[in-house]
């Protein structure tokens, strides 16, 4: 049985895809967990942080409901059976306050009306106790790829990339305004966080048909002279990635 977590858990793990390079890895992901079942809590958390999240553990709905509007996170598991509600109700809560995470319920209750009434209340996707591990987290990753693929503003390490306002919004909640193709590129990075991007890839997208590999340099330039060197990673003789923000 995995070591005691608390009700919160931060526990940041080595990614399990590696990137190539010498460079920093990945940022990890930031994921919140709401489940009041100590032991499953436990080994949700083991096996999310070893897949490269940073796992946010709570046991009830109040601080799920908290830690959804307070903190940066990029996907929710939420149990529905909790000590002071229903974590449909959290959902259906965050969503009527603007916040659009991805969220998955996990639960016993696997009726057809069940699963109805948690999609309806705003969930993403329903995964009915029990589960395989590899199907959670299966599902998670969809769950990210499609959100990430239409969401207008992408998490960008504790900030985010705002697209329709051609801004970074960044931890502190500032915020710096970028060109449109500098969103346009810094955003192509912040969908894909664990992938690198080759030169040839980021100058295709930016300007099709053009074969100058120095036009990508000079956005990365652009780039980092705003948000900081951090803002973009390099992964040596491969291109480049997401990075944080300061």
């Known amino acids: ?11 940041r793990a080595t990614p399990a895809a590696g990137m190539l390079g010498d460079m920093a890895e990945p940022e990890p992901i930031p994921l919140l967990l709401v489940e009041d079942d100590r032991e499953l809590s436990q080994l949700l958390v083991r096996l999310f942080s ?5 796992v946010h553990a709570v046991r009830d709905l109040q601080a799920g409901l908290h830690a959804a509007m307070s903190r940066t996170i990029a996907v929710m598991v939420v149990d529905r059976r909790l000590p002071d509600g229903d974590g449909v109700d ?5 969503r009527t306050s603007g916040v659009v995470t991805p969220a998955l319920v996990l639960t016993a209750h696997g009726s057809v009306e069940d699963r109805v009434e948690g999609l309806d209340g705003g969930a993403d996707d329903y995964l009915v106790k029990p589960f395989d591990s590899s199907e959670l987290l299966a599902r998670v990753r969809s769950l990210l790829r499609r959100h990430l693929e239409s969401a207008t503003v992408v998490p960008l ?3 985010a990339v705002d697209i329709d306002a051609h801004e970074v919004r960044l931890p502190d909640g500032s915020r710096v305004e970028l060109s449109p193709a500098e969103t346009a590129f810094l955003a192509q990075l912040a969908r894909r966080p664990a992938r690198v991007f080759s030169r040839d890839e980021l100058r295709d997208s930016l300007a099709p048909g053009t074969r100058s590999l120095s036009l990508v340099d000079t956005y990365v330039y652009s780039i980092r002279r705003k948000l900081g060197h951090a803002a973009i990673r390099t992964v040596r003789g491969v291109g480049y990635r997401a990075g944080e923000l300061g």
């Open 1 to 11: 049985m995995p070591d005691g977590t608390g009700d919160r858990t931060a526990d």
């Open 50 to 54: 070893g897949e490269g999240y940073l």
């Open 90 to 94: 959290l959902i259906r809560r965050v």
């Open 157 to 159: 390490g504790d900030g």
